[in-house]
């Protein structure tokens, strides 16, 4: 249930809504210059490693390219056959250090001769009959090779996969967990929740922020260690809360204690808590390009819009037990307003539907810096909560 690698996939253009590639060998390039060069692998993947589908073309010839071998997992595509020239690009690519992985394989449409030559197979899980999937799975793990899932789409495929020794999963049950409308936040994070809500009010005092977090002894010592640690840099040690708020300021403690929060969802995908914190801090970014002054509103909305997967309930069960104000309950139930815009904006670009990543006539390039900064500053901000 934690994220160990990502898949780069390639969009010919912000408006292209699949993946028809013309020029194989050209998308694949335009992948590693913008992941490697452009981006950057640490800020896209934050330390993961990360897996690049190879057409035949660059097996063929292989490209002398940028490309941290460790990071780096090649996918040689389903339709590529075992040529000795593909053989010898392969050799030659796991020579630097490259694991080899092959894509949607299966025993009527895929070369079985590359069986050899790799590390990883991923088969697609939804479509064969299980007695044959099954017997694949067997096959393949006696052969030593790690097996990968594709299509996991519900709890089902999950736990079938992980019965047939799969060890990687790939598909909408990650993003997508199921919900149990019968149940009801545990009363033991309602209290941290309710309190992490009960701060977005702009219209506390500083009086009634310290009173509040006051009254959660716990919240109150993890914000003090976070406000102390290397991360803040702070000259002097702070020892109280009213310090703290003086010193960082409202709106930073805040967005601290809506982190603190979620960090005690434990049993959920960690890459989950990272990504509503990228949403947050995309939702704020947003809200401050869009000109509005006051953007606390704006995070709390991109934070709050994964509890529904990280505690397993439907959205409108959690918003109905905590203190939201109108504004952000709207956004999160109905995508209302310009907060429900801006997490609208946010979870289109998650998904590269770019026609849809859109926000107060802001230009592409800004809304991209937008998702640039949310990223680094998100994996920033996890680093600091488990230090």
């Given at each position: 249930?934690?994220?160990?690698?990502?898949?780069?996939?390639?969009?010919?253009?912000?408006?292209?809504?699949?993946?028809?590639?013309?020029?194989?060998?050209?998308?694949?390039?335009?992948?590693?210059?913008?992941?490697?060069?452009?981006?950057?692998?640490?800020?896209?993947?934050?330390?993961?490693?990360?897996?690049?589908?190879?057409?035949?073309?660059?097996?063929?010839?292989?490209?002398?390219?940028?490309?941290?071998?460790?990071?780096?997992?090649?996918?040689?595509?389903?339709?590529?056959?075992?040529?000795?020239?593909?053989?010898?690009?392969?050799?030659?690519?796991?020579?630097?250090?490259?694991?080899?992985?092959?894509?949607?394989?299966?025993?009527?449409?895929?070369?079985?001769?590359?069986?050899?030559?790799?590390?990883?197979?991923?088969?697609?899980?939804?479509?064969?009959?299980?007695?044959?999937?099954?017997?694949?799975?067997?096959?393949?793990?006696?052969?030593?090779?790690?097996?990968?899932?594709?299509?996991?789409?519900?709890r089902e495929h999950f736990e079938r996969c992980i019965e047939l020794g799969f060890t990687g999963f790939q598909g909408d049950f990650l993003q997508q967990p199921e919900t149990f409308s019968a149940r009801r936040v545990p009363v033991s994070r309602l209290g941290a929740l309710r309190l992490a809500a009960s701060l977005q009010n702009e219209d506390y005092s500083l009086d009634d922020v310290e009173r509040l977090l006051?009254?959660?002894?716990?919240?109150?010592?993890?914000?003090?260690?976070?406000?102390?640690?290397?991360?803040?840099?702070?000259?002097?040690?702070?020892?109280?809360?009213?310090?703290?708020?003086?010193?960082?300021?409202?709106?930073?403690?805040?967005?601290?204690?809506?982190?603190?929060?979620?960090?005690?969802?434990?049993?959920?995908?960690?890459?989950?808590?990272?990504?509503?914190?990228?949403?947050?801090?995309?939702?704020?970014?947003?809200?401050?390009?869009?000109?509005?002054?006051?953007?606390?509103?704006?995070?709390?909305?991109?934070?709050?819009?994964?509890?529904?997967?990280?505690?397993?309930?439907?959205?409108?069960?959690?918003?109905?037990?905590?203190?939201?104000?109108?504004?952000?309950?709207?956004?999160?139930?109905?995508?209302?307003?310009?907060?429900?815009?801006?997490?609208?904006?946010?979870?289109?670009?998650?998904?590269?539907?770019?026609?849809?990543?859109?926000?107060?006539?802001?230009?592409?390039?800004?809304?991209?810096?937008?998702?640039?900064?949310?990223?680094?500053?998100?994996?920033?901000?996890?680093?600091?909560?488990?230090?």
């Amino acid at each position: 249930m934690a994220v160990v690698a990502y898949e780069l996939l390639y969009r010919a253009s912000p408006s292209s809504r699949s993946g028809a590639i013309a020029d194989p060998g050209h998308a694949t390039l335009e992948v590693i210059a913008a992941a490697a060069l452009d981006i950057g692998l640490d800020r896209l993947a934050a330390g993961l490693p990360v897996h690049i589908n190879f057409p035949e073309e660059l097996l063929i010839k292989v490209p002398d390219l940028p490309l941290q071998a460790g990071r780096v997992v090649i996918e040689v595509l389903e339709d590529v056959r075992a040529t000795p020239e593909v053989l010898q690009g392969i050799h030659t690519l796991r020579a630097r250090g490259h694991r080899i992985a092959l894509d949607d394989y299966s025993p009527r449409g895929s070369d079985p001769r590359l069986l050899e030559a790799a590390h990883i197979v991923k088969l697609e899980v939804t479509h064969p009959p299980a007695d044959e999937l099954a017997r694949l799975a067997r096959e393949l793990r006696a052969a030593g090779l790690e097996l990968i899932a594709e299509n996991v789409e519900s709890r089902e495929h999950f736990e079938r996969c992980i019965e047939l020794g799969f060890t990687g999963f790939q598909g909408d049950f990650l993003q997508q967990p199921e919900t149990f409308s019968a149940r009801r936040v545990p009363v033991s994070r309602l209290g941290a929740l309710r309190l992490a809500a009960s701060l977005q009010n702009e219209d506390y005092s500083l009086d009634d922020v310290e009173r509040l977090l006051s009254q959660d002894v716990s919240l109150s010592y993890r914000v003090l260690r976070c406000i102390n640690s290397s991360y803040y840099n702070l000259p002097r040690k702070i020892d109280s809360i009213r310090q703290a708020i003086v010193i960082l300021g409202l709106d930073t403690l805040r967005q601290l204690c809506g982190l603190l929060c979620l960090q005690g969802i434990d049993d959920r995908p960690p890459s989950l808590i990272v990504q509503a914190m990228t949403r947050g801090r995309m939702c704020e970014q947003l809200g401050k390009l869009g000109g509005t002054r006051e953007a606390g509103a704006f995070f709390i909305t991109g934070l709050f819009s994964l509890l529904n997967a990280l505690l397993g309930l439907p959205t409108r069960k959690v918003v109905e037990e905590l203190p939201l104000t109108p504004a952000v309950t709207n956004a999160l139930l109905t995508g209302a307003g310009a907060l429900g815009a801006a997490l609208q904006c946010t979870r289109a670009y998650e998904r590269g539907v770019w026609d849809h990543a859109v926000y107060a006539d802001l230009p592409p390039h800004l809304i991209r810096a937008a998702y640039v900064d949310a990223l680094f500053w998100a994996e920033q901000a996890r680093a600091m909560l488990s230090a």
